[in-house]
């Protein structure tokens, strides 16, 4: 079946450091693929999207190309703020029909000050 | 404006008894979601409406009924409460039809059985 698997977390960084979350997926067909960011406390809200191999999906600073040769989706962002520590979660949507994601288990990001 | 609104955000509850969780969104979307959250953070989908028909249920115990009274309105009730059902439920919505769209998600309620 469909799957996504994340970076291992939690991840600490310190403030204005580079980013990388590392997503990579299995499915069939071709999904469309997800960031969403879980701030404490609070729902899951969606960061960026991207639809075809090659779409680049951006937000707030944040970055993701879908590649499809290497079946990835990696989190990028150039200057971290402390106001990005949050739960990030990397999703796919493989169904039109159904239109189910399928997350990964979610990376833990802490920026110190 | 809440767009996709749980009640409660809390519930704690003995084994054994019966809960409902309700959900509302005003959005106008024709398609809600249940989710779970365990608590490693993993989070997987229970079941799927579109317009008060279901079309996705992920092998869960038949313990857990969802009800559509209308598209707006995504309940979940749970018997019998075990243990292992806690965790956070949060429900989710989106427009059906076409490409894939964003799903929104609500606060959620975090359920806690003693």
């Known amino acids: 079946g469909d799957s996504v698997t994340q970076m291992e977390g939690p991840v600490t960084l310190s403030e204005e450091a580079f980013l990388t979350i590392n997503c990579t997926y299995t499915?069939?067909?071709?999904?469309?693929l997800f960031w969403y960011v879980q701030y404490p406390g609070e729902g899951l809200q969606l960061l960026l999207k991207?639809?075809?191999?090659?779409d680049k999906g951006s937000n707030k600073g944040f970055e993701a190309t879908y590649r499809k040769e290497t079946t990835s989706f990696h989190l990028e962002k150039g200057s971290v703020q402390v106001s990005d520590s949050a739960v990030y979660f990397c999703?796919?949507?493989?169904?039109?029909?159904?239109?189910?994601?399928?997350f990964g288990q979610g990376t833990r990001l802490t920026i110190n000050p | 404006d809440t767009a996709v609104s749980q009640t409660p955000k809390y519930l704690v509850t003995q084994m054994g008894n019966d809960k409902s969780i309700k959900c509302e969104q005003n959005?106008?979307?024709?398609?809600m979601y249940w989710y779970k959250q365990d608590s490693k953070k993993f989070l997987k989908i229970m079941f799927s409406?579109?317009?008060?028909?279901?079309?996705i249920n992920e092998t869960v115990p038949n313990r857990f009924s969802p009800k559509s009274p209308d598209k707006a309105h995504l309940n979940l009730h749970i018997n019998s409460l075990e243990l292992g059902d806690s965790a956070v439920y949060f429900c989710a919505s989106s427009q059906a039809g076409g490409a894939i769209n964003e799903q929104f998600f609500g606060p959620g309620t975090r359920l806690t059985v003693l």
């Open positions: 409406y579109n317009n008060k028909e279901l079309i």
């Open positions: 499915a069939t067909g071709y999904p469309s």
């Open positions: 959005l106008g979307h024709d398609t």
């Open positions: 991207a639809t075809k191999a090659d």
């Open positions: 999703a796919l949507s493989a169904d039109q029909g159904a239109q189910k994601l399928v």
